[in-house]
């Protein structure tokens, strides 16, 4: 047996589609920089362009996005609760995110593929249904032992989130520019305390 952590491949889905939407339209800091959420006209494009790619997805209706922006800040609170170490209060919030999509589990069969295990909202609504999926994948990710995979970024003025897949829980970082632009300062402060 391997400690490697695995979400089923639909929830690890699922949580990756809720970090990248709490990134790309929350507001905060990333990777050094101050960073604001698009908005107006530019939001249905953010959000089309975060999601995973679809075949039918022309575009994103307005209203659409406009929900699926504040259903990232909300999940966004999620994340900074778990990172705090207040897992109880990361409950409540996922709690209150699947009340209000009315989130629940179901069987769907895609592309001839084997049944799979996938997650609705009351009205199956496009925002609706990606907000109840991401919701009951942060419920399985706190309900488990694995609450402390979802993080926030440590390196200075970044505050975008991830789900450590690592093997050993060591991550730390949003991004691989994050995590060098950390290195590079350490080299700095040595390389100058040398000298």
């Known amino acids: 047996m391997t400690s490697q952590v695995m979400f089923d491949g639909h929830v690890a889905a699922l949580l990756e589609v809720a970090v ?32 995973p790619p679809a075949r039918d997805r022309a575009a994103v209706e ?7 922006a504040h259903a990232s800040r909300q999940m966004r609170a ?3 609760a778990v990172d705090s170490g207040h ?13 209000t999509t009315g989130a629940r589990p179901q069987l769907d069969r895609v592309d001839n593929e084997p049944w799979q295990l996938h997650f609705h909202g009351t009205d199956d609504s496009f925002s609706v249904g990606w907000t109840a999926g991401c919701a009951a994948a942060l ?5 488990s032992d694995l609450a402390g995979r979802l993080g926030v970024c440590t390196a200075p003025h ?5 789900v450590d897949n690592s ?3 060591v991550r730390h970082f949003c991004s691989d520019a994050c995590r060098g632009r950390v290195k590079a300062a ?6 100058t305390t040398q000298d």
Do not use: W
């Open 186 to 191: 350490a080299f700095r402060a040595r390389k």
């Open 78 to 80: 999620v994340f900074d």
């Open 87 to 99: 897992t109880d209060r990361a409950a409540e919030l996922v709690n209150v995110l699947m009340r």
């Open 139 to 143: 419920a399985l990710a706190i309900g």
């Open 20 to 51: 990248s939407l709490v990134n790309a339209l929350t507001d905060g800091a990333r990777q050094g920089r101050a960073y604001t959420a698009p908005q107006g006209d530019q939001l249905p494009q953010a959000v089309r362009d975060t999601l």
């Open 158 to 162: 970044c505050d975008r989130v991830y």
């Open 167 to 169: 093997r050993n829980a």
């Open 62 to 68: 307005p209203r659409h996005a406009v929900y699926l």
